[in-house]
């Protein structure tokens, strides 16, 4: 290969990275944490913020991993009674284009069903995340088992009592 080449070969395989990027950076995850709501729950939650950088509408439509038997897309819905119940989304989350979804406690999330290990505060979970455009995003969420609720994510010193 003469240099030339090599310089070319460079060239394009920067432009080449470029694009890949590009597209690899159209789904990005923020402040994901997950939790069990018991020391030897059988079952557990993540919760994060989804940022679609496309310019059309994506959809998170599974959630994949192997530390539970069973991974599930949840949201909390009022039963009519004033209950909160937990169902089951199949068709998953709209993220719009250009937006933001959270999935929080009392909200969407993701469920993990029959775990395979406990989970412990600092532990890290591979999970899969599964997107109509973007296809398979694979993100490690951290066990954080003291954060609370609803503290608006980066609002840590907020007046609450906690
Ligand atoms: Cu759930």
Do not use: C, W
């Amino acid at each position: 290969m003469s240099l030339k080449s090599v310089v070319a070969a460079a060239v394009a395989a920067v432009v080449f990275a470029g694009a890949a990027y590009a597209e690899g950076a159209k789904i990005m995850v923020h402040d994901q944490y997950a939790r069990v709501s018991a020391k030897a729950s059988k079952s557990g939650a993540a919760f994060m913020e989804i940022m679609n950088m496309a310019s059309e509408a994506d959809q998170l439509i599974a959630a994949r991993s192997d530390v539970a038997k069973r991974v599930e897309l949840h949201t909390h819905m009022e039963s009519g009674d004033g209950i909160m119940k937990m169902m089951h989304v199949e068709e998953g989350f709209a993220i719009p284009a250009g937006g933001m979804h959270k999935l929080q406690r009392g909200g969407d999330h993701v469920m993990f069903m029959g775990l395979n290990q406990s989970l412990e505060h600092g532990d890290t979970v591979k999970v899969t995340l599964v997107f109509q455009n973007a296809g398979e995003v694979e993100i490690e969420i951290p066990v954080d088992l003291e954060r609370k609720p609803a503290e608006g994510g980066h609002m840590d010193h907020s007046s609450h009592s906690n």
